[in-house]
């Protein structure tokens, strides 16, 4: 049986398929393509799946043009990473910093509502509810503009459009008012991922998962600027100048979206090939690096965007465990949030039970403003972001991407469990603290494997369907952080520690291991393929960190 690292020496029985066309060429020194065979052949053969050769370098002077090719991927591969992904790292890294400054601002401006307007807990809880439902209905709809229309323009789009609601929202005169304009922000944030799509895919393979977590470093970054933000505007400007002021990163990558390019990968898969080599010309350059010689090999052009290639066989147990997977990360990250602040107000998870039983009658109008001692608490809690993200990163292409959400979501459970027992404030905090280390890893890490696993034409689709699973879960989890733990803070716990432990071995089930391959170009895969994937997922084994691009037809 064939490893994934090993696609040169399939035999040509084992490729014979139909669909499949010869490209012949010969290598030259150094080049990306050499075979390890190159001294019992001089021409190398290249089955390809359904692919074309495109001459989209420039000819040059006593060469024949025919003689070397390069794909999008090795193109990537040879630039490197350079000044280019810096800046783009920065640009796409403000998108998270507003998502996440747009979620943990629902921890704020909650308690400030449910005591100014006297609200019930179930609109308190409709208020966050509502973000999540927007972000529900659009995840799949921005992921089917990003794979039919571009990354950039998909990206763009959903940015202008959090940007100008969630300035109207600073200027809701009511109740309604506010949970339709947060609604609409939610539908616009449902597209953020779309920056991991866009990101990951000018990243050559030995970096991706690397640059990938630390562009979520952002997200951290956006949620400790939103607690300290509202340290310093609810005690004397109120939510209002918080809401605002909260759009201020949105602000800067509006000015700047222009530079934003279009992915080559996109614009190849999509027949605009002339607009994909001068990109990758434009990187090249920035980063000071040569482009290869000759000419492009790309793929026919696919249908792109539909849901059902989710659903084919090749990927349907990838995305349902993938989708659950999601589920339980966003119903655990953002129940965690919400529960903090309960917890805090309440003084230890005993308080919480003591305050249901003793104020039951009128527990639902009353309310309690959040203290400089519940934000710095909040701070706290919230600066675990930042070390779940540098543990994760030390793990990921170490014990590779199945086993770290494993891990994450199993360690998030052996943190809530001393939370059954009536710890104090500092204790409390603490286990909150590691618990949101390892929550917000998982996370991140699902943000590297997803687009990893999906091919061109579907992997912004996949990420989006994912993400909008995960909003289905933070639609749910506001109900069970805020309600259910006024009856109940056992129950409440429980029900977060069971999912992530079914989320644990979801993990582990799923079929293929993505550290060290390349970006899936294509979906269609020939028979030397499918029989490498299935002979990997049977022998239970981890792909080696190989220049393998398993959506390829060879070793790039």
């Known amino acids: 049986m064939s490893n994934w690292g090993e696609t040169s020496n399939i035999s040509y029985q084992q490729w014979r398929d139909p669909e499949i066309s010869v490209v012949t060429f010969r290598g030259t020194a150094g080049d990306s393509l050499r075979h390890d065979e190159e001294e019992q052949c001089g021409d190398y053969e290249v089955y390809t799946t359904g692919m074309q050769t495109v001459d989209l370098g420039e000819r040059r002077t006593g060469q024949d043009p025919t003689e070397d090719t390069f794909t999008v991927e090795d193109a990537v591969e040879a630039i490197g990473f350079g000044k280019f992904q810096w800046k783009l790292s920065i640009l796409t890294g403000l998108s998270w910093m507003a998502d996440a400054m747009e979620m943990m601002i629902l921890s704020v401006i909650s308690p400030q509502l449910h005591c100014e307007w006297m609200l019930p807990s179930w609109k308190v809880a409709m208020l966050t509810s509502v973000v999540f439902i927007g972000m529900m209905f659009s995840s799949t709809l921005w992921g089917?503009?990003?794979?039919?229309?571009?990354?950039?323009?998909?990206?763009?789009?959903?940015?202008?459009?959090?940007?100008?609601?969630?300035?109207?929202?600073?200027?809701?005169?009511?109740?309604?008012?506010?949970?339709?304009?947060?609604?609409?922000?939610?539908?616009?944030?449902?597209?953020?991922?779309?920056?991991?799509?866009?990101?990951?895919?000018f990243l050559p393979r030995k970096s991706r998962a690397t640059c990938i977590m630390l562009i979520q470093i952002f997200w951290a970054l956006g949620a400790v600027f939103e607690v300290l933000l509202a340290i310093w505007i609810m005690p004397t400007m109120g939510w209002r100048w918080l809401l605002g002021l909260s759009t201020a990163p949105l602000v800067v990558f509006v000015i700047f979206c222009f530079w934003l390019p279009e992915s080559p990968r996109f614009d190849v898969l999509s027949g605009n090939?002339?607009?994909?080599?001068?990109?990758?010309?434009?990187?090249?350059?920035?980063?000071?690096?040569?482009?290869?010689?000759?000419?492009?090999?790309?793929?026919?052009?696919?249908?792109?965007?539909?849901?059902?290639?989710?659903?084919?066989p090749q990927y349907r147990r990838t995305t349902l465990l993938l989708w659950f997977i999601w589920f339980a990360n966003a119903f655990s990250y953002y129940g965690l949030v919400l529960l903090t602040t309960e917890l805090f107000q309440a003084g230890d998870a005993c308080g919480v039970i003591t305050q249901g039983a003793k104020t039951e009658p009128k527990c639902n109008l009353?309310?309690?403003?959040?203290?400089?001692?519940?934000?710095?608490?909040?701070?706290?809690?919230?600066?675990?972001?930042?070390?779940?993200?540098?543990?994760?990163?030390?793990?990921?292409?170490?014990?590779?991407?199945?086993?770290?959400?494993?891990?994450?979501?199993?360690?998030?459970?052996?943190?809530?469990?001393?939370?059954?027992?009536?710890?104090?404030?500092?204790?409390?905090?603490?286990?909150?603290?590691?618990?949101?280390?390892?929550?917000?890893?998982g996370f991140q890490v699902?943000?590297?494997?997803?687009?990893?696993?999906?091919?061109?034409?579907?992997?912004?689709?996949?990420?989006?369907?994912?993400?909008g699973m995960a909003r289905v879960g933070a639609l749910l989890t506001p109900f069970v952080s805020q309600v259910l733990l006024k009856k109940s803070v056992y129950l409440?716990?429980?029900?977060?520690?069971?999912?992530?432990?079914?989320?644990?071995?979801?993990s582990m089930l799923l079929p293929i291991e993505t550290t060290g391959l390349g970006l899936q170009e294509s979906s269609r895969i020939t028979a030397g393929q499918e029989e490498m994937k299935t002979g990997q997922m049977s022998n239970g084994s981890e792909a080696s960190p190989t220049h393998t691009s398993y959506g390829s037809s060879y070793n790039s």
Do not use: H
């Not at 109207?168 to 920056?195: D, T």
């Not at 675990?384 to 199993?410: H, N, Q």
């Open 366 to 441: 009353e309310c309690k403003y959040l203290t400089l001692d519940d934000y710095k608490d909040l701070l706290w809690t919230t600066l675990a972001e930042f070390p779940g993200l540098f543990v994760t990163l030390f793990l990921i292409d170490r014990i590779g991407r199945k086993k770290s959400m494993a891990m994450c979501f199993l360690m998030f459970s052996v943190c809530i469990l001393p939370l059954y027992a009536c710890v104090g404030r500092v204790a409390l905090t603490v286990f909150i603290f590691i618990a949101r280390a390892f929550i917000t890893g």
């Open 492 to 506: 409440t716990l429980s029900v977060y520690c069971i999912f992530c432990l079914l989320a644990t071995g979801a």
């Open 273 to 312: 090939r002339e607009n994909a080599m001068k990109t990758l010309r434009l990187i090249a350059a920035d980063n000071g690096k040569t482009m290869p010689l000759g000419k492009l090999i790309a793929n026919k052009q696919e249908e792109r965007g539909r849901i059902r290639d989710l659903l084919t």
């Open 446 to 467: 699902a943000y590297v494997y997803t687009p990893e696993v999906y091919p061109t034409a579907t992997r912004a689709l996949g990420i989006g369907t994912c993400s």
């Open 144 to 201: 089917n503009i990003s794979d039919k229309y571009g990354r950039k323009v998909g990206l763009t789009m959903c940015m202008m459009w959090v940007l100008y609601y969630g300035f109207l929202s600073a200027f809701s005169p009511a109740y309604g008012w506010v949970m339709v304009l947060r609604g609409l922000v939610g539908f616009g944030i449902g597209g953020a991922p779309q920056s991991v799509t866009l990101y990951s895919e």
